[in-house]
């Protein structure tokens, strides 16, 4: 889709289609004058920071969803399972630490609420005690990562390495989807091993 330079804007495990071998090829059309709106959401849980901030929507958003869906498809569990913004970033303050102090000073006017003396107003902010008791649970990615490696088969470096480059706060130095794909998460040979 980024080669198309097509943002998808709302992925999530719904929105992923695994091809079944007993697929049929429909033959290629000739597509023209497509009209494509330009929609600017996506579903909470697997939504960027910059996003939330009000920093702009680009590729990298696409693939911060999919490092969330990555660790969701391997523990069964959402990542950052919230309803509301300020809840939402001090999640990912717990999971990945402090967010960038150049992110926080640029957020836009509808984020301005969630940052204050230069540092997100958590959890003074919350909502409520549930809201701080939600963060609170939740544990730094390498225990996250770890957590996850019960169901899968691959090396628990690996994975902490490409969900730190999925899940990186800055967009600009998130990794491309093409990075991803050449990980050595997905490209090692573990035949050798076992």
Not at 6 to 24: A, G, M, Q, R
Not at 66 to 73: A, D, H, K, N, S
Request: hydrophobic share 40%; aromatic share 8%.
């Amino acid at each position: 889709m980024h080669d198309m330079h097509l943002i998808h804007t709302d992925l999530k495990p719904e929105n992923i289609l695994f091809i079944s071998p007993d697929y049929v090829k429909v033959p290629d059309y000739k597509l023209t004058n497509i009209k494509i709106t330009t929609i600017l959401f996506s579903t909470r849980h697997y939504r960027a920071p910059e996003v939330i901030l009000g920093l702009g929507w680009s590729y990298p958003c696409d693939i911060w969803s999919v490092g969330c869906i990555l660790v969701e498809l391997c523990s069964g569990e959402a990542l950052f399972q919230t309803h509301e913004n300020l809840e939402h970033l001090a999640m990912m303050e717990r999971v990945l630490g402090p967010i960038p102090h150049h992110m926080l000073k640029r957020v836009d006017q509808h984020a301005e609420k969630y940052v204050r003396r230069g540092r997100l107003d958590w959890p003074e902010g919350a909502t409520s005690r549930e809201s701080i008791k939600a963060v609170l649970k939740l544990h730094r990615l390498q225990v996250v990562a770890n957590l996850v490696m019960h169901h899968v088969d691959h090396s628990a470096g690996d994975l902490i390495d490409l969900l730190q480059g999925l899940l990186r706060y800055d967009p600009s130095l998130r990794i491309t989807a093409h990075q991803a794909l050449r990980h050595p998460f997905f490209t090692r040979d573990f035949h050798r091993r076992y």
